[in-house]
């Protein structure tokens, strides 16, 4: 079974600086992984789509990495507003004809002017 | 930019009662689906649509749940008997054509069982 896992759970950054969270899933035979920013209270916005095949991906100030042989992915936010501020969540999609998206619990990030 | 729509925002509904919840997916896309995150939980899948069936449902969505395409646009989720364990935010998405696509989700509903 997938399991999901986000590290740090939490974190608190000054405005400006270069940030790196965290994604490791259990099964490295994925499809795609998918990252996500959730404000309080709202949807989830995707942010960046990574195909198996691909090392990684950008958008904006935004980068994902995956190297799926060891099952991790990094979202590298380049200088960080305050704006940024929200949980972000990864999710992997199986191999094997699955459509479901197995997500870990989210890193809750805060830059503070 | 097209988004997937969700009404309504917040449910509160007596425990025993029935309950739907509406979607309204981007318009071109063709696989919807169902999620739900209770407070201070992951987010879980609950169950897939295409082609106006289940494609894969999760071990959540018993009998108590169905979902519909009554039209060309919505998609609904029904709870038919809501239990306490209900409360969540319930979040519905969809997506094009192929594997490759990404899952788009609405803001979505808050649903409050008493």
């Known amino acids: 079974k997938q399991e999901v896992t986000q590290i740090p759970a939490a974190l608190s950054v000054p405005e400006g600086e270069n940030l790196v969270l965290n994604c490791s899933f259990t099964?490295?035979?994925?499809?795609?992984l998918q990252w996500f920013r959730q404000d309080p209270g709202k949807g989830l916005t995707s942010l960046l789509l990574i195909q198996s095949s691909q090392r990684e991906q950008t958008s904006g100030r935004l980068n994902a990495s995956l190297d799926k042989s060891s099952g991790r992915s990094t979202l590298y936010i380049a200088a960080s507003q305050p704006g940024d501020s929200a949980t972000y969540l990864c999710?992997?999609?199986?191999?094997?004809?699955?459509?479901?998206?197995?997500f870990g619990k989210g890193t809750k990030l805060t830059v503070n002017p | 930019e097209p988004e997937v729509t969700q009404t309504p925002s917040h449910q509160v509904t007596q425990m025993g009662q029935e309950v739907i919840l509406r979607c309204v997916p981007i318009?071109?896309?063709?696989?919807f689906y169902w999620y739900r995150q209770i407070l201070g939980q992951k987010v879980e899948f609950l169950v897939s649509f295409y082609n106006n069936e289940i494609s894969e449902k999760s071990e959540i969505f018993d009998d108590q749940f169905s979902v519909e395409r009554p039209d060309g646009s919505n998609f609904t989720l029904k709870i038919r008997s809501t239990k306490l364990e209900d409360s969540a935010m319930y979040f519905c998405?969809?997506?094009?054509?192929?594997?490759?696509?990404?899952?788009?989700f609405g803001d979505g509903t808050r649903l409050s069982i008493l």
């Open positions: 318009s071109n896309h063709l696989y």
């Open positions: 999710a992997v999609r199986a191999q094997g004809g699955s459509e479901k998206l197995v």
């Open positions: 099964d490295s035979a994925i499809y795609n």
């Open positions: 998405a969809s997506s094009g054509e192929g594997a490759r696509q990404p899952q788009h």
